[in-house]
């Protein structure tokens, strides 16, 4: 059983900043690219940000220079630091990894979503 519970999230006004985090548990062997998606009200779930074991990250254009994923692969652990919100930035936020389990099975999993709010 492989599970990622996230943290974070909050209410915060336009210019400010929040931290996410998320932690992958359970029966894993390794993580291949974990990332950040969200979805806003109405509209679909998008990509914020990805990160591969090694390092390598990619940005969605809207949060280039304003957000920076990082990883600590020894806690299974992904990071989203957000500064600089803005009010569209508001969305419901889910972690994502891609897992081989112990078990030698792979799958995309998600986290259960943090609100994310950014008031102006």
């Known amino acids: 059983q492989v599970q990622l519970v996230e943290s974070g999230g909050g209410l915060v006004q336009a210019g400010g900043s929040l931290g996410l985090s998320c932690a992958a548990s359970g029966s894993i062997a390794s993580i291949n690219v974990m990332g950040w998606y969200r979805q806003a009200p109405g509209k679909q779930r998008e990509l914020v940000a990805t990160i591969t074991s090694p390092g390598s990250t990619n940005y969605a254009e809207s949060v280039k220079g304003r957000f920076t994923i990082s990883r600590d692969n020894a806690k299974n652990t992904v990071y989203l630091q957000m500064n600089s919100l803005k009010p569209e930035d508001t969305a419901v936020y889910y972690c994502?990894?891609?897992?081989?389990?112990?078990?030698?099975?792979?799958?995309?999993?998600w986290g259960q979503g943090t609100q994310v709010t950014v008031s102006s």
């Open positions: 994502n990894a891609g897992i081989w389990s112990t078990s030698y099975f792979y799958r995309d999993y």
